[in-house]
Structures are given as C-alpha cells and as structure tokens.
C-alpha cells in the first residue's frame, strides 16, 4: 500500500512537472513572436522563417533508437530539432553526489576538488546523443521547475569534459585491465552559462544541419 501511495504521487509530481514544462516553453515561444502550429506534452512545433522547427520537449525516457529516428525524419522533412531537458535529478541533470565523493581522494576523480565533484552530472544516453549531434556546442538547455530556492527559468549549461586519473589502479588491483585514464564518456562538470525566465525573449542558433538550439541570455 505503502509503494502504491509514493508510486502514486511521484506519477503526479512527474505529470505536473511535464505539464509545466509545456506552458512555460510554449509561453516562452508565443511571446517571442513565434507561431506554435502543433504541440503536446513532449513536443511544440514552430513556424520557422525557412523552415519549420520542432522542439522536443524531454520529460521522459525514449530509446536511442527512437531518438535517432525522430532527428533523422525531421531532417528528411527539412525540420530542424532542438531539444529542452527537465531538470529533475532523476530523468536528466542528474548530479553525481554522494558517487563523486566516493569517487574522489585516491579514486579516479582525484585531481578534483570537492566544489568541482559536486558540480558533475552522470549523463544518461540521450544527453549524451544531443552533444554528440550539436557537435559546435557542449551546452544544454533545461527547464527548471520553480523551488525554493530557484525561480521557474530555461537554463543553459556548459558541460565540460572530466578527465579521470587511475593511477591508483596498480596490477594487483581487481580493476587493473578494465580501466584507463582519459576522458570519461558520462561525467561532465556542468556550469550554468544562460537563462532565461518567462518575460524575456528566446531565439534558436544553428548549430550544424538539421539541429538547432534555443539561444538564451548568459547568466548576470
């Protein structure tokens, strides 16, 4: 009853947030001058000045699969993509934490200090796809529920490379063959760059064919 009751409510606050997400965006959209032509829960489609463009809205998982064919028949169709992330910690943005300490001292994360570790995010498959596809950018766009602490706002971030260091790794270690140094393919050290909150305008940059990002004013 217990697991039914919590499953219940996070299904609520995962549905309000998903519907927010929608609002703020498209509010956002309209109040830049843009005109919405089709839009849900997950996606708004927008009357471009050449072509149109179709904003994937991430409020939840899809297979890599599923994500390369959208991008693909968008670009058959000359759509152009641009992608919006919820921030929530769970789905995407997700901090290392309590991992990056574990990790940090005599472990692969070593040479960096505790401000720097708490500031990493373990990328899941489609954040990592959209940098990969962006190609002339290492930011993200997120939207950022409204908390205590933090105002409703479109929040830009750039992720910066994490270089891990095994030397501790010696040949006795169990590890010893299965790791190397070098660039980590899911930690990123995530700085916010941009913002944007519902009185201001949004724009969308090219970044190489077929996909765009929302372009937002840097941080103050």
């Known amino acids: 009853m217990f697991i039914y009751f919590y499953f219940s409510i996070n299904c609520m606050v995962v549905k309000a947030e998903r519907k927010r997400l929608l609002e703020f965006t498209e509010g956002l959209i309209t109040n830049s001058g ?3 032509l089709s839009r849900d829960y997950f996606y708004i489609t927008i ?29 058959q169709k000359q759509i152009y993509t641009a992608h919006v992330f919820l921030k929530d910690d769970s789905l995407f943005h997700v901090r290392l934490g309590a991992r990056g300490n574990l990790k940090g001292n005599d472990r692969s994360l070593k040479n960096y200090s505790k401000a720097e570790i708490d500031k ?5 498959g489609l954040e990592k796809r959209t940098l990969d596809l962006q190609r002339s950018t290492s930011n993200l766009v997120y939207y ?3 908390t205590e602490r933090l105002e409703e706002a479109l929040r830009g971030y750039n992720l910066s490379k994490v270089t ?24 990123k ?6 913002h944007i909150n519902g009185t201001e305008r949004i724009k969308f940059g090219v970044l190489n064919r077929g996909n765009l990002q929302a372009i937002i004013r840097k941080k103050d």
């Open 144 to 146: 950022q529920p409204r």
């Open 47 to 75: 009357q471009g000045a050449t072509s149109n463009i179709y904003v994937v809205l991430h409020s939840k998982q899809m297979t890599l699969n599923e994500f390369n064919t959208l991008n693909r028949k968008n670009l």
């Open 34 to 36: 843009f005109t919405v």
């Open 120 to 124: 990493m995010l373990h990328l899941r």
């Open 189 to 194: 050290i995530a700085d916010e760059v941009s």
């Open 164 to 187: 891990l260091d095994y030397s501790h790794v010696d040949m006795d270690h169990r590890a010893y063959g299965f790791v190397e140094n070098g660039a980590s393919v899911d930690y």
